[in-house]
């Protein structure tokens, strides 16, 4: 009699399916919902719908795979990132449509500005980085201090930026290094050393 109690009825199916074909319910005695999982989704859109809400259409994916709401397509369950509180344990978008919200969220967060924004200022820039004038401009630079967007540059020139601290004067002395003029520190008392002006 162990298989009986594995098997639950649903009283809107009439079918005896297993327990897994229910969803939790702590407050019913055996701890599952009444009806099963299909029934009861299929009830909760019927009820959307009498109420005139629009109700997205049901897609079923085969064994192994989930469909992405986002970008409509079925993608395997490797495709997917985890999320213990859902009830397949998948995230509800897929790894490239979590990317692409990811980067616009960074972008809105981060800087204040859009994914078009972005895109307009590396039109106005002529497609090019703003420093070098030559490379793709992938990264937004920012002004430490006031958060104000100075444009896109290129992931070599915003390291470059970031390696000298947006100092200009810094960055002056490394210009005039790369043009030959040394910029060496004069010794003038034991200890004490003082950089040409």
């Known amino acids: 009699m162990q298989g009986d109690q594995d098997l639950k009825r649903c009283p809107r ?7 897994a074909a229910f969803a939790s319910n702590k407050s019913m005695r055996d701890g599952l919902q009444v009806y099963c999982r299909g029934c009861a989704s299929a009830y909760h859109q019927a009820r959307q719908v009498a109420k005139g809400r629009n109700v997205r259409p049901r897609v079923e994916a085969p064994a192994g795979h989930k469909y992405c709401r986002t970008c409509g397509e079925i993608q395997p369950h490797s495709e997917w ?4 509180s859902a009830s397949d344990g998948l995230a509800t978008l897929c790894k490239s449509c979590k990317a692409v919200k990811g980067r616009a969220g960074h972008l809105k967060r981060q800087y204040g500005i859009t994914e078009a924004e972005r895109d307009e200022l590396v039109a106005s820039q002529g497609g090019v980085c703003c420093i070098c004038l030559a490379a793709v401009p992938e990264h937004v630079d920012h002004c430490h201090k006031t958060g104000r967007v100075r444009g896109v540059l290129c992931f070599s020139c915003n390291a470059a930026l970031g390696q000298f601290k947006d100092r200009p004067d810094v960055i002056r002395r490394a210009a005039a290094y790369v043009e030959g003029i040394a910029w060496k520190p004069t010794l003038v008392a034991p200890g004490v050393y003082q950089l040409p002006s």
């Open 13 to 19: 199916c009439r079918e005896d399916k297993p327990r």
């Open 81 to 84: 990132t985890r999320n213990r």
